[in-house]
């Protein structure tokens, strides 16, 4: 199968392009602003080049795991939002269709208001924030410009190794690599889910050819970030170079009403799987597994001077 990735320079991108690979699959990633070897450049707002890369290429599925993830940016720019999580994946989908190519688009349960998780696929969405509605919209304006044969694919709080380090658990680790307190939102409740274990799942829909909307999230429906972080800081002290610090690091724990964010989030955005495990079990990864982000940082045991590269 002949696979196209837009977005493979990201989190969900670059473990759904490893995964494809290890799989027997011809996977092509592309990127726009951060470069890694063997991806391939592409900006949407340029439709030729998307068009000629279709073509040239020939992919069996094109997935869209590209976007603007940044919910308070998304909040401050509105317009941006939309181009980038509607107006472009709305493009590709159009493209795909002309040329019979299935496609995928990722997705989030910000869609929901948060009142009322864990979410189903079939839930009605409600979201509270302009990454919700944005990506909302997305998920409408793909299904009506490629057809019920979409793939749509939800997810929350995907961590794992990342070259860009933004996740969730680069963030902790920053904090406590420089000592830094963090305030952490107390109500906040989602399911940390590792970004391998979504490309797995993907890549099984994508090889069953699939379609309709899809929620892949892990078991932890009901993890709050406080526990998340109590996770993450399990990994850490199971590591001796970060035992030391991870011991010694605080922070505080906040109503997200008390945060002063400019974009609402949902309380309750985790989600059930029931659909996407039944299809394809697997042993999903721990929040406090986090032995491949660990790899990756740099640490001198004997100063412990850590540097989390950026």
Not at 28 to 49: C, E, K, P, W
Not at 64 to 70: F, M, P, Q, R, V
Not at 159 to 165: D, L, R, T, Y
């Amino acid at each position: 199968m002949r696979i196209l990735i837009i977005g493979a320079s990201g989190l969900i991108g670059s473990h759904l392009q490893q995964e494809a690979i290890l799989r027997g699959h011809l996977a092509i990633g592309t990127f726009r602003r951060h470069h890694l070897l063997r991806l391939v450049y592409l900006d949407l707002t340029n439709h030729a080049s998307l068009e000629r890369l279709l073509d040239e290429f020939g992919p069996d599925w094109v997935v869209h795991s590209a976007g603007w993830t940044w919910v308070d940016g998304c909040e401050k720019d509105p317009i941006l939002a939309m181009a980038e999580n509607c107006h472009q994946p709305v493009t590709v989908a159009r493209a795909c269709r002309a040329r019979n190519i299935r496609f995928a688009y990722f997705s989030t349960t910000y869609v929901f208001d948060g009142k009322f998780g864990p979410y189903v696929e079939s839930d009605f969405p409600r979201p509270i924030n302009v990454y919700g509605q944005s990506k909302l919209a997305g998920e409408i304006g793909v299904t009506e410009s490629f057809g019920p044969d979409v793939l749509i694919l939800r997810i929350i709080c995907p961590w794992g190794k990342e070259s860009q380090q933004k996740n969730f658990v680069y963030q902790i680790m920053r904090a406590v690599a420089t000592g830094k307190s963090m305030v952490i939102p107390s109500d906040q409740i989602g399911n940390p889910t590792y970004a391998g274990d979504i490309a797995a799942w993907c890549l099984s829909l994508l090889e069953l050819k699939c379609s309709g909307i899809w929620h892949l999230c892990s078991p932890w429906k009901n993890m709050t970030r406080t526990v998340w972080v109590e996770s993450i800081l399990l990994g850490l002290r199971r590591d001796p170079r970060w035992e030391k610090v991870a011991n010694a690091w605080r922070y505080e724990a906040l109503p997200t009403s008390q945060l002063g964010k400019d974009a609402q989030r949902p309380l309750h955005a985790g989600a059930l799987s029931e659909r996407a495990v039944f299809l394809s079990p697997l042993v999903p990864r721990d929040p406090a597994a986090i032995d491949s982000i660990l790899s990756g940082v740099e640490c001198d045991p004997k100063t412990s001077d850590f540097k989390v590269p950026r």
